[in-house]
């Protein structure tokens, strides 16, 4: 079966798995539509997960870099990003992401106080999504890449809102609505990934672009580093 048929007909199963929100469904299909578009320009065996266990990392890490000592998790702790991992395959078999993708929503005071309701605090969506982002930066740090992005909606990120600069934190004080993936400055210390955020939710063609934008410079990076022929191509 080609690699596309086997999305589609997985594309509420294990590759596609999401029904909390109309958004997390609209990130999913946009991760479906990525992958085509990725699997179409590149012909690369591309593979999909949905969480990757914390001991996974942890055991990588320590692989990559054997005089930093590392703290031993729970056997199932696992890291679900909302939108999954996509990886290329090289040629020994290791997955190599290339996106890894999240989508929040924060705020609810705008139809609060149109119903004349008590606006509440700020919630804490933003501080979970942290958790996440040090998680995979530090997953990513051997290969030297970023390809995580975050797509963030809600009254919370309207223009002027201070969470907007709990994002850019989260960033590492970092220009929004950017694609980053390669690490910037003189020693490539700043690993940032890409932060979309605004008021109003994002459409999935929006999500398509950005998605696809940030998996096809990934892709280039592991052609750069490892040729061609160390990435395993598609089925015949």
Known sequence: MAQKDR????????VINVTSSKQEIELAEAMLETTEAVTAKFGLRLVQRKSI????????????FPTVPFQDPL????????????????????????????VKNQGTNDLRLA??????????A?????KNVIGFRTMMLDEGINPFVCFGYGYDFQDGSSILDR?????????LNRVNVVPEGEDGRFNRGSFYFRQAAWSRAEMVEVMTEVATRAVHYYIAKYG?????????
Request: no cysteine; proline share 4%; hydrophobic share 35%.
């Open 75 to 102: 056997p199932r702790s696992s890291m679900s990003p909302d939108g999954g991992i996509l990886s290329v395959v090289s040629s020994d078999g290791k997955s190599l992401p290339i996106l890894i993708t999240e």
């Open 53 to 64: 266990l914390i001991s996974e990392i942890v055991a990588d890490l320590r692989a990559q």
């Open 167 to 175: 994002v850019r934190t989260i960033a590492m004080f970092g220009e």
């Open 126 to 130: 933003i501080e979970r999504l942290g």
């Open 115 to 124: 119903e004349g309701k008590k606006a509440h605090a700020m919630g804490n």
């Open 228 to 236: 061609e022929s160390g990435l395993q191509r598609v089925d015949a």
């Open 7 to 14: 999305l589609r007909q997985n594309r509420y199963g294990t």
